[in-house]
């Protein structure tokens, strides 16, 4: 296979707000990335259920996404997230598990949760997941990182530990969800 080069990229920073007037794109870019097994026709991976996601999520303490534009102006992909509150289910499962060090975090809100990381296939294998995920985190005042992948989702759940993520557990957003690996980024 040949090798093939990233595209010409800018990134952007939205707030709910502008994320919210570019919906249709997002959502446009979902559904072509969760078109294929084993997430096509599972209800959790619904363009509607996520739209319900992405929806909810605006309104989240420190909501914000970063799209990898291409030169037209179209969207190569994004990464979205919030703070990772201490009220947040998602400490639920995992709190005999975290090291004293990630409780303190989570208590003080100093924890990232990169909840959606997505690229459209036509540009995958280019190193922009990367790029999106450097951008975002760089950008993010909380010195921590958490995400969960999907236990069984390759390439994604061998490349978070090449990227410094160590897996601190497992976790199930919700009865109807997969079981995912729940991952760590100490702070740099």
Not at 4 to 10: H, N, V, W
Not at 71 to 86: F, I, K, Q
Not at 105 to 115: C, H, I, K, Y
Not at 154 to 180: M, N, Q, T
Request: glycine share 6%; aromatic share 10%.
């Amino acid at each position: 296979m040949p090798h093939r080069t990233a595209p010409q990229l800018t990134f952007a920073r939205h707030t709910p707000e502008t994320a919210r007037a570019r919906m249709a794109e997002l959502l446009a870019v979902y559904a072509e990335v969760y078109d294929t097994p084993p997430y096509a026709g599972d209800p959790f991976f619904s363009v509607t259920t996520y739209a319900d996601r992405l929806t909810a999520a605006f309104d989240m303490t420190g909501f914000e996404v970063v799209t990898a534009e291409l030169e037209d102006g179209s969207l190569a992909g994004y990464v979205h997230g919030v703070t990772l509150t201490p009220d947040r289910p998602w400490w639920v499962s995992l709190a005999d598990q975290l090291p004293a060090d990630v409780a303190e975090a989570a208590e003080s809100g100093e924890v990232f949760w990169l909840r959606e990381l997505m690229v459209l296939p036509e540009h995958a294998n280019r190193g922009i997941g990367r790029a999106l995920h450097d951008e975002m985190v760089a950008g993010r005042p909380e010195p921590w990182t958490t995400l969960t992948c999907i236990v069984d989702n390759e390439p994604a759940r061998s490349a978070y530990p090449r990227w410094g993520y160590d897996v601190i557990g497992r976790i199930k957003h919700a009865p109807e969800s997969p079981l995912y690996d729940a991952m760590l980024l100490p702070p740099a």
